[in-house]
């Protein structure tokens, strides 16, 4: 497991998103991504040895891949507004996030691709964010 004891001030703290989950990870702002996607697996590994949940209801999980590699990252499309979707995020693996707009506090989603994946631009991010609807009492006030 990778694990930090001194974080340091250049370090960015990215909130790493695939279906219900959330992985906040400080990355050092100029590792590359193949350092962070071999991270991110890393931990998926040592929490979700049988696969990461992607959805609760209906029950989905995603197989971990055998490869670093095989993980995709996207980010919002408009940070605003989450339902716009996500914009993958095209990088060679010695790029640095930060090359490539990452900040500090980022919300980005990671997919999890074939090894035999022709195309990563048809690669489907799934993220779910909780819904906060309003009950409605017998009287039919909030």
Request: proline share 4%; net charge negative.
């Amino acid at each position: 497991m990778v694990r930090r004891d001194d974080i340091r001030d250049i370090d960015m703290s990215i909130r790493f998103k695939h279906g219900n989950q959330t992985i906040f990870i400080f990355i050092d702002s100029m590792t590359t991504f193949s350092q962070v996607q071999e991270e991110l697996l890393d931990i998926l590994k040592e929490r979700y040895p049988n696969g990461i949940t992607t959805s609760v209801i209906p029950s989905e999980k995603t197989e971990l891949p055998n490869s670093a590699s095989q993980i995709k990252f996207a980010v919002l499309k408009n940070k605003a507004d989450t339902t716009q979707g996500w914009k993958p995020v095209d990088f060679e693996s010695d790029d640095a996030p930060v090359d490539k707009g990452f900040e500090d506090n980022m919300m980005v989603a990671f997919a999890i691709v074939a090894d035999d994946a022709d195309d990563a631009d048809d690669v489907t991010f799934k993220v779910e964010f909780p819904s906060y609807e309003e009950e409605v009492d017998d009287a039919g006030e909030l």
